[in-house]
């Protein structure tokens, strides 16, 4: 394994989002020029990258050796009211569900969707916002 795999998986995802030219797509944290204006630039869709080697993955070796990767993008869909949350939401499923990144070297399975979560007030960035969450995941193997 090299790396940067981890990342590769990562932004995997992250391009599959930032494909659609209309949503605001941060990795891992909103930048501290956009929260220290009058607020946040919202809609966006703020995510956080997690690849995970099991050890018990449905690529591994027959000796135990860990090449199965799963990636999951937890993606916190924000906007200024429940019903923009949303949308963003149904954005970031149009642009990962069923979708096969291409990362070479590796075979990836279809992204699929493994929660939903309702849009809920969020003030930490200073300003009322409604902060709406999916997660994602793949599995890639050799």
């Not at 075979?107 to 699929?112: A, E, P, R, Y």
């Amino acid at each position: 394994m090299s790396d940067t795999l981890d990342d590769l998986h990562a932004q995997a995802g992250l391009a599959l989002l930032r494909a659609d030219a209309v949503l605001t797509v941060f990795d891992g944290k909103v930048p501290d020029q956009v929260v220290s204006g009058p607020g946040p630039v919202v809609p966006y869709a703020l995510v956080y990258s997690e690849v995970a080697w099991p050890r018990d993955g449905a690529g591994n070796t027959l000796q135990g050796t860990a090449l199965t990767a799963t990636v999951t993008w937890t993606c916190h869909c924000v906007g200024l009211t429940a019903q923009a949350a949303r949308v963003v939401q149904g954005r970031v499923r149009a642009a990962l569900l069923n979708q096969r990144p291409v990362i070479a070297g590796r075979s990836c399975g279809l992204i699929k969707q493994d929660e939903v979560l309702p849009p809920n007030p969020d003030e930490s960035t200073g300003r009322l916002v409604m902060d709406a969450v999916s997660t994602y995941s793949m599995i890639s193997t050799p």
